[in-house]
């Protein structure tokens, strides 16, 4: 493939993905996309095969999720491991609004779309639930409920996403990446029942 059409391919994604996340998936035609795109409207046939396979590709292409090999050597360690993936679930909330924009419509609508963002997300969440178990199993995590500890790890990091509406009642402004991933980090690592000094982990 040419330069210039992996250019005009990126164009198309991020076009859809600004446009799916301002009017949703079924309120957005191709002929939009490729508009915004300033692309031939044929093209989404021709580089996607439909409109369908540009969302299937938005989360391939923009899915951190999809390079979790990179990170498998903090995995061997449950917290450096946790931490790890704090530290990523928070920087692509805060860097991709877009992009959580269209998975919080697509759950919310239960829509047939949202298989494909299960199977993309889906491998996040097991390999915290993975570090969560292997930590307490060697005594380095302390909780009652695998499932439970899960989602409560899952609320403190997606939660922020609504830091905007809490803004009139927020003293600090709008939270640094820095700042929301090391006070997630130790608010969770401390919940997990590691020691004080939770902030050496950072």
């Known amino acids: 493939m040419s ?4 250019d005009v391919k990126m164009k198309i994604l991020l076009a859809a993905k600004k446009l799916f996340a301002k009017q949703g998936f079924d309120g957005t035609s191709v002929r939009q996309i490729c508009d915004e795109a300033g692309a031939n409207v044929a093209l989404v046939s021709y580089h996607f095969g439909g409109k369908d396979n540009v969302f299937v590709e938005l989360f391939k292409s923009f899915f951190p999720g999809n390079r979790m090999e990179v990170y498998e050597p903090f995995f061997h360690d449950p917290i450096i491991g946790i ?3 704090i530290e990523e679930v928070t920087r692509f909330r805060l860097s991709d609004p877009e992009l959580v924009m269209i998975i919080q419509q697509e759950i919310f609508k239960h829509s047939a779309r949202v298989e494909t ?3 993309t997300i889906f491998p996040v969440w097991l390999k915290v639930r993975e570090l969560l178990e292997k930590g307490r199993q ?6 009652r409920s695998l499932d439970n500890t899960m989602f409560f790890v899952m609320g403190t990091l997606l939660f922020h996403k609504n830091t905007d509406y ?7 402004g709008v939270p640094t990446f ?5 006070d997630a980090a130790v608010f969770i690592l401390r919940g997990l ?6 902030e050496d982990y950072l």
């Open 193 to 198: 029942g590691v020691p004080d000094k939770a």
């Open 166 to 172: 809490f803004l009139p009642i927020l003293s600090d």
């Open 117 to 119: 963002i299960q199977q």
């Open 138 to 143: 060697t005594g380095v995590f302390q909780f």
């Open 3 to 6: 330069a210039t059409d992996l």
């Open 83 to 85: 931490k790890k993936l």
């Open 178 to 182: 820095e700042n929301m991933y090391r």
